[in-house]
């Protein structure tokens, strides 16, 4: 009897509680039809307790707190508690392979990374030392004086941007062509002598160069004629023919003087024999302004006012034929510590320094100088090279190579610099200009720790020798 009463009274309770339910959803249903017969705070109050809420709130105290900071401060160690062991060991073999070490770590939840043992290289370092070309460079750090050394005037000096009025030789002598005559400046001693005059009657020279052992001097002059001087003695060696026109640039490779004339016209002549012309090179239609032999003798780069570069073998045959050039090319100089690079430079309508892989004819680099290019020299000490310009600023520019960044530039002529020519320690530049000066920079002083290097290990090399 008392077991039936609780079935019955349990019942009783569940059907009262769903009685009740379903007299609310019909209260919600009537106030929903007729909502002016509740009051505004029974309806409110009917929706809250019939929505459980519109957001997720966590429940802190269901969270253990202790336990949550454990496994992040020893996270590792727990997570491989709860792996299988077939997983711990790929994860050990992969850091084993990919990391070199099984304590490597890409990231940790560390404060600080434990100090290395003494003399610890680690394998990873390659990963943070591909881009270089993206961290800052060094500064240079070299003085380069913004003021000439040295200032000669040069009255009558042809502001003549085709001609090449000077050359610095391996004597430590310049010479300099002041329309009719050849002067010398010994460099050493300061003492100047005029070396030999041209007497016909509108004649002048037009170009000098000279030999490498610095003791003979080619003169050409506008009456098409190739003068050879001994300068020791003072005296004209021979005087050599071939050209119509004035001869306005000329190099020595050896006993080999190449000339170029106003006609396009380039002789090779060896001067060792009578019959002087070796080969006649006709790549030009009009005058060359600009002859330079690679440093290993092997090829001889020609510009002209054609505003074409051309590019001769040894023998005198046509390698390259370059026009990338908008106006003539006058500035050629190869790269001293790499004999297949050139670099030339255009005039007034062209601005631009070219630079050259001689042995496929490809242009590897250039840069607008946003002015006239008339001479280029390489530097022997400094992976630099200078250019000497006209309008506007009639400065010469050291730019870095390969990264062609402006390393400084040089100001105090009023008129374009027409040529330049190099100390034969590298280390100063003379300028001509149209202004009548010659101005003597310091600008690729050599480094005194390169320089007790090489000093030192020469000393090791003649002592081993003796």
Known sequence: MAHFFLVFHSTSLNYLATMSAFDNVDAQFAASITGSTMSRWQRKEMQASASQGDRFIPERSAMNMEASHYKLVNGESGAEATCSPSKVEYTRAMRQNLMHSEDSKILAFKQKAPTPKEGFASDLRVLYTQNRAAQRT????????????????APELRADYYLNL?????QNTVAVALDTTVYLWDASSGSITELCSVGNPGDYISSVSWAADGTHLAVGT?????????VTAQRKLREMTGHEARVGAMDWNEHILSSGSQTGHIINSDVRVQQHAVSHLRGHSSEVCGLKWSPDGRLLASGGNDNVLNIWT???EL???LTE???AVKALAWCPWQNNLLASGGGTADRHIRFWNSSTGNCVNAIDTKSQVCSLLWSKEHKEIISGHGFSNNQLTIWKYPTLNKVAELT???ERVLSMA???DGQTVVSAAGDETLRFWTCFAADAKKKSKKTTTSSIVNAQLR
Do not use: C, F, N
Request: charge should be neutral; avoid cysteine.
């Open 422 to 424: 190099m100390s034969p």
């Open 166 to 170: 000077i050359d610095w030789s391996a």
């Open 138 to 153: 060094k500064k240079s750090t070299r003085m380069i004086p913004q003021a000439p050394d040295r200032i000669l005037d």
């Open 325 to 327: 050039h908008q106006a």
């Open 412 to 414: 105090g002529h009023t």
């Open 319 to 321: 390698k390259h034929r």
């Open 222 to 230: 506008h009456d098409s004629a190739v003068q050879i001087w001994d």
């Open 314 to 316: 040894g023998e005198g």
